[in-house]
């Protein structure tokens, strides 16, 4: 059974950096099957906000609109991924997940994108 | 404001049938697939439908997915007091990003 974990401070000061890391247990984080190791938040009461994600060899794709503040990595040797969000303000207060996601191309030109399992999720309030 | 729009709500009574709607554009909907999820308070979501209207494992038949051109729908039948939760829907979109809907909170009268 697939397991992910995220872990973090909780309490981030403004204009400080986000910092998390996702530990996954029961699969091969560098399974060179169409697993692309992915980041979500939720502000409190608000929608789901895709973040990106980090394929196994490291490369990485973020959203347009946390582009210029974000950083992924992979550690496949402890089966960890992580995040970074420079310069946090309390727009950046939420929960976030990290999740496994997996890519379909079933004919040219269509994608199918989707997260079979989820972490529990880690509340990150931005306040000083 | 989300990418892909949903009704804030929706309500039936036990044993009825619902649907809830997902709108998109060409770049998201319109060409790609649909994956739902289901999300109780304070938990993470689940997978409830991939690939417009595959189920995982694990997951009931009363819940299936369907798309037509830039919208698709979730449909839940025989509804239990247990399905009450908030359901997402999310696809990939050709601006290379993955998007989702705001969130349908169902209520089992």
């Known amino acids: 059974q697939v397991q992910l974990q995220e872990s973090g401070p909780g309490l981030v000061k403004p204009s400080e950096t986000l910092s998390l890391t996702c530990t996954v247990s029961?699969?091969?984080?560098?399974?060179?099957?169409?697993?692309?190791w992915s980041w979500i938040r939720q502000p409190p009461g608000k929608g789901l906000e895709w973040i990106g994600y980090v394929y196994y060899t490291g490369s990485t794709t973020f959203s347009r609109s946390l582009k210029s503040r974000g950083t992924m990595s992979v550690d496949t040797s402890k089966s960890q991924f992580s995040l970074r969000l420079s310069d946090v303000t309390s727009a950046d207060t939420a929960v976030y997940y990290c999740a496994r996601g997996r890519f379909r191309y079933p004919r040219i030109g269509v994608t199918g994108y989707y997260f079979d399992y989820w972490g529990q999720g880690t509340l990150v309030t931005a306040s000083s | 404001q989300s990418v892909l729009t949903q009704p804030p709500s929706v309500s039936a009574a036990p044993g009825q049938s619902v649907t809830i709607s997902c709108s998109g554009s060409?770049?998201?909907?319109?060409?790609?697939?649909v994956s739902w999820y289901q999300q109780f308070p304070g938990t993470a979501p689940k997978l409830l439908i991939y690939e417009n209207n595959k189920r995982p494992s694990g997951i009931p038949d009363r819940f299936s997915g369907s798309k037509s051109g830039t919208s698709a729908t979730l449909a839940i039948t025989g509804l239990q007091t247990g399905d009450e939760a908030e359901y997402f829907c999310?696809?990939?979109?050709?601006?290379?990003?993955?998007?989702f809907g705001g969130g349908t909170k169902l209520t089992v009268l």
């Open positions: 999310g696809a990939w979109d050709s601006s290379v990003s993955g998007v």
């Open positions: 060409s770049s998201n909907i319109g060409r790609n697939y």
């Open positions: 029961g699969d091969s984080i560098n399974d060179i099957d169409d697993y692309y």
